[in-house]
């Protein structure tokens, strides 16, 4: 009784504030499987993401059952005479906000199914049916039964699955496999319109292609037919340095080409950082390395106090375990690393894919992992990556990061352009990501607002030079920079996609793109 009566008084405020004129019960009578709550504190977990950088605060939010529930949801607010907002909530990971709602009702797509089947292997085929909500971990917990796995991956496995199809799904296996989005056959989707439609490239292509790294505007994935591929046993590890980036560069660049090539021809995972203090070299992100025999920049001769770590895998079955190091002996001689900078270690590859939740659950123990993240990922042309350097990690860095900065190529030919992601016009181009966290007990260079404005500094560098960088994980605050970011030939596109499948801009209004047609002065930004 306490529960209906806070979910109508919830609905009341929807009314005070959007003004949607259909009777307050009606919401209560959509036949919900799943539960929809007022409860503060479900209001208060869908307020806040792991950015911290911004707070909203929805009317109620939904606990789907079914994709029913998700489509029952959206279609009243479709349907009604003012309309609200609808934003799918994963794992909240999110950073700026995006999976926010005011005035709205937020659907809570992660850990609302108990006792439920939520990925479904068809091992004879090769796939596995998803909900929309599950986490990559479950994901692969459940494929491993069947000794298949996902073959793209993003490095941190607590994510849903819906959360990273809508953005593109990036990790070291990128390079050879496609991002995740490039790994789906088929998806269940609820437009903006209410609809629960079925859509792959043979059904309802252009929305397959919309909602793929759409960003949440077109729809919510509910369901997701991923490939899988038979999953290895172990993974050798392997990181070497470089002092010099043109060498880096070329290295990485040398061994993504090899993606065509034979599984004993190449490695199965390319990745890289920047260390630009000696600090970070032994920090979590590199808790490889021995605490009792730590690497120093002293040692390795780093120009302009900067290194370059290339981090490389190679998969294998315990099969073929004897021809593993005679493999990777042959690719390592046609690198040129520090000699004597090269660290290995061996490891089952369930514990590779899930090497960050163990930083993770470190940083918790300290307190370090609820704290702002104001983090920044760019696509940036292979043509301009060693202007970058020189003018952002050789030069408005300093020598000091507040987290790790990933840096690793991926081609372009496993990109599939009729998606919603947007990358440079270069047949590579390379994922810098700066992962820092803000502190307030550190030094000035530690602060959220120190970090905040020294990534306004490399964006801006950016513009002044006109490297032609492209945002991942995109944040912009009016629709003219999501103008510029999408160019105008994509962003007609994004347009036209919009108008047709979420016309009264119900969806993802966290985003900042569109405004809410149906009362402007409700929008959550």
């Known amino acids: ?8 008084l919830a609905i009341c405020r929807l009314i005070v504030t959007v003004g949607f004129t259909f009777n307050p019960n009606d919401l209560l009578r959509l036949g919900l499987d799943g539960k929809l709550s007022a409860d503060p504190a479900d209001l208060e977990a869908a307020s806040v993401d792991f950015g911290g950088l911004y707070r909203a605060e929805p009317v109620a939010v939904l606990y789907p059952a079914t994709s029913e529930d998700v489509a029952r949801l959206v279609k009243a607010a479709y349907d009604s005479a003012r309309g609200f907002t609808v934003s799918a909530r994963g794992h909240g990971h999110s950073i700026n906000g995006q999976a926010m709602t005011t005035n709205g009702v937020v659907v809570q797509m992660s850990g609302g199914l108990k006792n439920k089947v939520l990925t479904k292997v068809s091992e004879k085929l090769m796939y596995a049916d998803v909900w929309g909500g ?14 298949l796995a996902p073959k793209s991956w993003t490095d941190y496995l607590y994510l849903t699955l819906g959360g990273t199809l809508s953005n593109a799904g990036i990790s070291g296996q990128a390079f050879n496999h496609g991002p995740q989005i490039s790994n789906v056959h088929e998806l269940d989707v609820v437009t903006g319109k209410g609809e629960l439609l079925t859509c792959s490239e043979k059904e309802n292509s252009e929305l397959f292609q919309a909602v793929l790294g759409g960003l949440g505007q077109f729809g919510i994935i509910t369901r997701a037919r991923i490939a899988l591929e038979q999953a290895p046993q172990r993974v050798r590890w392997i990181r070497i340095l470089y002092s010099n980036f043109s060498t880096f560069t070329q290295d990485q660049e040398y061994l993504i ?40 920049f002293s040692d390795l001769k780093a120009e302009g106090g900067i290194l370059y770590c290339l981090e490389i895998t190679k998969n294998y079955q315990l099969s073929n375990a004897d ?68 003018g952002v ?10 987290g ?16 919603s992601v947007v990358t440079p016009e270069e047949d ?10 803000a502190l307030k007990n550190g030094d000035e260079t530690q602060t959220l607002k120190y970090l905040s404005n020294q990534n306004h500094e490399i964006l801006k560098f950016c513009e002044d030079e006109k490297i032609n960088a492209k945002q991942y994980l995109p944040h912009y605050t009016n629709q003219r920079e999501w103008r510029d ?27 900042r793109i569109f405004m809410p047609s149906f009362n402007p002065n409700t929008a959550t930004w």
Do not use: C
């Not at 021809?323 to 090269?342: F, G, H, R």
């Not at 990690?393 to 507040?402: A, H, M, P, V």
């Not at 590579?428 to 966290?437: E, G, K």
């Open 1 to 8: 009784m306490a529960t209906k009566l806070l979910v109508t």
């Open 134 to 147: 599950e986490l990559w971990i479950d994901v692969l917990t459940s494929t491993l039964e069947y000794g």
């Open 257 to 296: 080409s090899l993606h065509g090539k034979p599984a004993s021809q190449k490695f199965d995972y390319v990745e890289g950082f920047v260390i630009v203090d000696e600090g970070l070299i032994n920090n979590w992100r590199s808790s490889f390395f021995s605490p009792s025999n730590p690497v120093k």
């Open 323 to 390: 021809t593993i190091d005679q493999e990777i002996v042959i690719l390592l001689k046609k690198l040129n690393y520090i000699p004597a900078s090269e660290f290995t270690t061996d490891l089952p590859y369930v514990d590779f894919l899930d090497r960050v939740h163990k930083a993770e659950l470190k940083l918790r123990s300290k307190g370090l992992w609820e704290v702002p993240h104001p983090w920044l990922n760019l696509f940036v042309p292979k043509s301009r990556i060693a202007e970058f350097d020189k």
């Open 393 to 402: 990690f050789k030069g408005i860095l300093g020598n000091k990061t507040s």
């Open 404 to 419: 790790p900065i990933l840096i690793y190529p991926m081609n372009k030919n496993k990109w599939d352009e009729r998606s």
């Open 428 to 437: 590579v181009f390379y994922l810098v990501a700066f992962l820092r966290s």
């Open 485 to 511: 970011h999408f160019g105008e030939k994509y962003w007609t596109r994004f347009q036209q996609r919009k108008l047709e499948y979420d016309p009264r801009h119900i969806l993802a209004t966290g985003q």
